[in-house]
């Protein structure tokens, strides 16, 4: 069964700090590796990494995939307090429709 | 607004009631999926729908779990005798067929008493 954990469940820093989630993974036939974020209501969908994008970065965020660590991160930089929110990592895997997803790192900004 | 909808956003029921969710999904997506996310974890896959064929279904969906897709269009997840466990959030998502980007509903948050 595929398994995805994140790391570290939770963080608090302050407007302006930097902050790095990882994801490790381990799936048969890995096709993709998403992140998305979760406020009070639907996961977003952030970015979409696979064998052959393997970096993708939008504004302050940024993500890589490490294929041969099984692992992906996810920085955000010069943080706002708009970044509080559920960070959540899904694979796909040898079935082209089921996402495994980890339970999510918890970015908490304070002013 | 052309993203996924869902309906109702919040429902309590007591144990042992019938409860039936309804999802929308971008129109010219043809896969529905849904899943269900308790606290402090990530979505579980339960089900997924290619137009109105149920492909899939989760050792998580027991027997007291039923979804839908008539037309290829919307989707319902009866839930019967509901019991205090099955209290979650439950997500729809949807797709375009080998696609790998789902776009996810708000949800359904669901309070069994």
């Known amino acids: 069964e595929d398994k995805v954990v994140q790391s570290p469940l939770s963080l608090v820093v302050h407007e302006g700090d930097t902050v790095t989630l990882n994801c490790s993974y381990e799936?048969?036939?890995?096709?993709?590796l998403l992140w998305y974020k979760q406020e009070k209501k639907a996961p977003t969908f952030l970015f979409m990494l696979?064998?052959?994008?393997i970096e993708k970065k939008s504004g302050r965020l940024s993500s890589i995939l490490d294929k041969k660590e099984l692992s992906s991160i996810l920085n955000i930089t010069a943080t706002q307090t708009g970044d509080s929110a559920i960070y959540l990592c899904?694979?796909?895997?040898?079935?082209?429709?089921?996402?495994?997803f980890g339970a999510g790192t918890t970015v908490t900004v304070r002013a | 607004d052309t993203g996924v909808s869902q309906d109702p956003r919040h429902k309590i029921t007591k144990r042992g009631q019938n409860v039936t969710f309804r999802c929308d999904p971008i129109?010219?997506?043809?896969?529905l999926y849904w899943y269900r996310q308790t606290l402090g974890q990530g979505p579980e896959f339960l089900t997924y729908?290619?137009?109105?064929?149920?492909?899939?279904k989760s050792r998580l969906l027991s027997d007291r779990f039923s979804a839908e897709r008539p037309k290829g269009s919307f989707s319902t997840l009866e839930i019967q005798r509901t019991e205090q466990g099955d209290s979650a959030m439950y997500l729809c998502?949807?797709?375009?067929?080998?696609?790998?980007?789902?776009?996810f509903g708000p949800g359904t948050r669901l309070l069994v008493l």
């Open positions: 899904a694979v796909g895997g040898n079935s082209d429709y089921k996402l495994s």
């Open positions: 129109s010219e997506h043809n896969r």
């Open positions: 696979t064998s052959s994008g």
């Open positions: 998502a949807s797709s375009l067929a080998g696609k790998q980007t789902q776009y």
């Open positions: 799936v048969t036939n890995f096709r993709s």
């Open positions: 729908f290619q137009n109105e064929a149920q492909l899939e």
